[in-house]
């Protein structure tokens, strides 16, 4: 099978949406399939891999982070790709890659899906701070009904994200294919030589936060909580990953609530061995963000032996509704607190924890998920229309 994806968003972007596509691109390949891959260009990346093109992009004042592909040249692009004879066309995100990619699959008259990565209808607002909330809600349901339009299939990562769309009125077939682990990929990480590389002292308590430092994440309320919690353990620290928009505002909280002493920024880490040491440096990873359609970071953590406090909402519930290597905590400052101190003070409970955090990772292997996903496509295509296909089967 070959298929061409399309995608406004790809490394050396760091976020979810790269590392769902770069997942499933890697298990296609192992199992005999062909991809190529449309993605903006970024300014001084060079692109090494044949099979992905960069296509000129503009600069984005509102997310200095992304890019916007530029119209005419991804056209041009596509139509110099269209004579490869594609079985199928797979977008990413609603933005160019959807409006150049339907008409695309229309004219060549194959099957084009699309996944549903990021729940905007809890984004937009952080961007346009200056217009109302309520409008920006209208103008994220309609970016997605205004999506569903046209596809032959929409592929959503959790249950709660196929029912917010379900709530927009969207009519299109939908498949739950969350996104998987190679977990052949995740060795154990060391947190002596994290603190050693970035000359912190070992042995303090600590929490981890790994992700996009943006303000959707809900990594204010994180800091709220190691408030609270160094009142009792004050030598607690929080380490925050990532990079992103919310950085300077979170800094200026960190400065007003006196927990300098108590945070580190240690912005973007290398995939891998420095980002695995990452993991490993914590007691405990902290997740609070309301507006996950999966929260692949929180598998991630599983995966490592790291436990995980978190709240469940979306797309996290998903993932740690029968969680055996997480503590569940209420979006509230003093019931997240309890279960931070808890943890960090039941080093048997960590390692219980940790154990079968394992266990639970290993539910959610990339093998199962992207087999469910060439399932899906060559339904597609035997069918010549998915209208016959279950709504919302679910992959794990």
């Known amino acids: 099978m070959k298929i061409l994806m399309i995608s406004d968003v790809y490394y050396p972007r760091v976020n979810g949406v790269s590392t769902s596509i770069a997942t499933f691109r890697k298990a296609l390949h192992d199992l005999g399939h062909e991809t190529a891959l449309v993605a903006p260009d970024y300014p001084g990346f060079s692109e090494t891999d044949d099979s992905i093109l960069r296509v000129p992009s503009l600069y984005l004042p509102f997310?200095?982070?992304?890019?916007?592909?530029?119209?005419?040249?991804?056209?041009?692009?596509?139509?110099?790709?269209?004579?490869?004879?594609?079985?199928?066309?797979?977008?990413?995100?609603?933005?160019?890659?959807?409006?150049?990619?339907?008409?695309?699959?229309?004219?060549?008259?194959?099957?084009?899906?699309?996944?549903?990565?990021?729940?905007?209808?809890?984004?937009?607002?952080?961007?346009?701070?200056?217009?109302?909330?309520?409008?920006?809600?209208?103008?994220?349901?309609?970016?997605?009904?205004?999506?569903?339009?046209?596809?032959?299939?929409?592929?959503?990562?959790?249950?709660?994200?196929?029912?917010?769309?379900?709530?927009?009125?969207?009519?299109?077939?939908?498949?739950?294919?969350?996104?998987?682990?190679?977990?052949?990929?995740?060795?154990?990480?060391?947190?002596?030589?994290?603190?050693?590389?970035?000359?912190?002292?070992?042995?303090?308590?600590?929490?981890?936060?790994?992700?996009?430092?943006?303000?959707?994440?809900?990594?204010?309320?994180?800091?709220?909580?190691?408030?609270?919690?160094?009142?009792?353990?004050?030598?607690?620290?929080?380490?925050?990953?990532?990079?992103?928009?919310?950085?300077?505002?979170?800094?200026?909280?960190?400065?007003?609530?006196?927990?300098?002493?108590?945070v580190v920024f240690v912005g973007y880490l290398q995939r891998g061995q420095p980002l695995w040491d990452c993991y490993a440096a914590g007691d405990a990873f902290v997740f609070a963000s309301r507006t996950e359609t999966q929260g692949l970071v929180l598998l991630e953590a599983l995966a490592l032996g790291v436990p995980v406090i978190s709240t469940a909402e979306l797309g996290t519930y998903d993932v740690l509704k029968d969680c055996a290597g997480a503590v569940l905590a209420e979006p509230r400052v003093a019931d997240f607190t309890a279960s931070v101190l808890r943890l960090l003070d039941n080093r048997d409970l960590r390692l219980q924890l940790g154990s079968r955090g394992r266990l639970d990772a290993a539910r959610w292997s990339v093998e199962s998920t992207s087999c469910a996903l060439v399932g899906y496509y060559e339904a597609l295509l035997g069918s010549g229309t998915p209208a016959s296909l279950p709504v919302a089967e679910t992959a794990i």
């Open 63 to 262: 997310d200095p982070e992304d890019r916007m592909m530029r119209l005419r040249p991804l056209r041009r692009c596509l139509q110099a790709l269209a004579a490869q004879q594609f079985d199928l066309i797979h977008i990413h995100t609603p933005f160019i890659a959807h409006r150049a990619g339907v008409p695309l699959a229309r004219e060549l008259g194959i099957p084009v899906v699309e996944t549903y990565h990021t729940y905007f209808e809890e984004y937009f607002h952080h961007y346009f701070p200056l217009l109302p909330r309520a409008w920006m809600r209208l103008a994220a349901r309609e970016v997605s009904r205004r999506m569903g339009r046209n596809l032959d299939g929409l592929i959503v990562p959790s249950l709660a994200i196929e029912r917010a769309l379900r709530g927009y009125g969207l009519e299109v077939p939908i498949r739950i294919i969350p996104t998987g682990l190679d977990l052949a990929e995740f060795v154990p990480g060391d947190g002596q030589r994290f603190c050693h590389t970035h000359g912190l002292t070992p042995d303090r308590p600590t929490l981890v936060y790994v992700g996009r430092v943006a303000h959707e994440k809900n990594i204010g309320f994180l800091l709220e909580v190691l408030d609270q919690v160094r009142r009792t353990r004050p030598e607690a620290r929080l380490i925050i990953a990532g990079e992103g928009p919310a950085r300077r505002a979170l800094q200026r909280q960190v400065a007003r609530l006196k927990l300098n002493d108590n």
